[in-house]
């Protein structure tokens, strides 16, 4: 009995267990259909990522590991970009701001693109957040007398698995609903 219990305090000094990896972001264990009447959207939110509401004009932010994607919502007054030359020059009118908000930005890409049957702009780049590089993919949607933003940004290490895992699924299931009033 007495070596019973030597054998088992012996083996409980030998192996060590590793704290989490909290800087990973997580696999996204399914998705779960939330929605933001406010700022007059719904879409699917990774079920094991944090999610924390915002205050205006920052919708809510979701987070796991180093990744984020942040939601905001920015009330226009005036017309808002629709039409095709519309969009690319409010796309030439943003890559210009980024450049002067952000002198280490470095583009990788700017397209107008489709997000839920509305035309949008979305630029892909490394940008300097809190003193860290970071990848970013920012789509901006002209909708409900608004500006729409999604900001979704990784380590550049970890940005590609994120993006596919993560940001696009979430951008898919993006669907603009009416606000009340």
Same mark, same amino acid.
């Given at each position: 009995m007495v070596l019973c219990a030597c054998v088992v305090v012996a083996g409980c000094g030998d192996s060590r267990t590793r704290p989490p990896d909290l800087s990973t972001p997580a696999t996204p264990d399914g998705f779960m259909h939330t929605a933001y009447p406010s700022a007059g959207l719904r879409l699917n939110a990774p079920r094991d990522w944090r999610a924390i509401a915002g205050t205006a004009p920052e919708v809510v932010v979701l987070q796991s590991g180093l990744a984020t994607v942040a939601v905001w919502r920015y009330p226009r007054d005036g017309a808002l970009p629709h039409t095709k030359v519309a969009l690319k020059a409010a796309l030439h009118s943003l890559l210009g701001l980024v450049g002067t908000t952000d002198p280490t930005f470095r583009r990788e890409g700017a397209a107008v693109v489709d997000v839920d +049957? +509305? *035309?949008?702009?979305?630029?892909?780049? &490394?940008?300097?957040?809190? *003193? &860290?590089r970071r990848e970013v993919r920012s789509t901006h949607l002209f909708v409900n007398r608004s500006e729409v933003v999604i900001d979704a940004f990784a380590p550049p290490s970890m940005f590609t698995r994120v993006d596919t895992q993560v940001f696009h699924p979430l951008l898919r299931s993006l669907r603009i609903v009416r606000i009340a009033g």
């Open positions: +049957h +509305h *035309g949008a702009i979305q630029i892909r780049g &490394l940008e300097t957040v809190d *003193g &860290l």
